[in-house]
């Protein structure tokens, strides 16, 4: 059966009866939850502030606290500063020195009984060319320490192990021999100092001019002196000599 409406039309109003309270309540509670979100929003951003400005506070007291252990410790400070420059700078000098006492030492052991010297100069750097050393041009070609020698060996075997002896020498690292020759039996003046210039007499003499570096030590400065000319006079080499 189909349903039928009993009321009067007149009294039915119900569905075009407009909203009682209107869309006004509405835009209303809208507005106020709006409002709600703002100050809520609002009062987080106020306290998320104050908690950065109180953590700038406590991080500018650590900061000005620093700096005060800071300038109370600048005196210690300059003091290992200028500790770490002291120590460098003696560590500089005594890295610059060379021990030529025990060169000598080392060269009296290994020089062999057929070898005699006639000139011995011993120089921290090529600058250093002391009056009346040995005249080495090789050593010129060496920056650091090294010895000038000139003298006389029994033959060139003689001048080759008197080579291979200098190398038994702690810290030397080459031995360049600029000249090696036979005197050929001619007698050698000496100079007007009184040492002799060459090899005398005997035709199986060979006399040598070599320069002994070592290239492993530091180079001294400019102003490096240079060890005393040693010429020495032995009985061995005087007896080299009278053969």
């Known amino acids: 059966m189909r349903p039928v409406n009993l009321i009067p039309e007149e009294e039915r109003l119900g569905s075009r009866r407009p909203m009682r309270s209107g869309p006004t309540a ?3 509670v809208g507005a106020l939850v709006a409002a709600l979100l703002g100050v809520t929003s609002l009062v987080v951003t106020s306290n998320q502030v104050d908690d950065l400005q109180r953590e700038v506070v406590q991080i500018e007291g650590e900061v000005s ?3 005060a252990k800071a300038h109370e410790l600048d005196a210690y400070t300059q003091f290992h500063y200028v500790r770490e420059q002291r120590v460098a700078t003696i560590t500089s000098l005594a890295d610059s020195r060379f021990d030529w006492e025990r060169v000598m030492r080392e060269l009296a052991l290994v020089l062999p009984d057929d070898v005699s010297l ?6 921290a750097n090529p600058a ?11 050593r010129s070609s ?10 006389c060996a029994r033959g060139q075997d003689g001048v080759a192990g008197f080579v291979q002896a200098l190398k ?3 810290g030397v690292t080459r031995v360049g021999v600029q000249a090696s020759s036979l005197t050929g039996g001619e007698t050698v003046e000496a100079d007007s100092a009184g040492s002799s210039a060459g090899c005398e007499t005997r035709n199986f003499l060979a006399q040598f001019e070599m320069a002994v570096a070592f290239d492993a030590a530091p180079i001294a400065g400019m102003a490096t002196e240079a060890a005393p000319e040693v010429a020495p006079s032995s009985p061995e080499s005087e007896a080299v000599a009278e053969e």
């Open 26 to 28: 509405y835009i209303l």
């Open 65 to 67: 606290a620093a700096e």
């Open 118 to 123: 006639t000139s011995l100069t011993a120089s």
């Open 128 to 138: 250093v060319a002391p009056a009346g050393g040995a005249s080495v041009s090789l």
């Open 142 to 151: 060496i920056p650091g320490p090294a010895l000038s020698l000139t003298g």
């Open 168 to 170: 038994d020498i702690d």
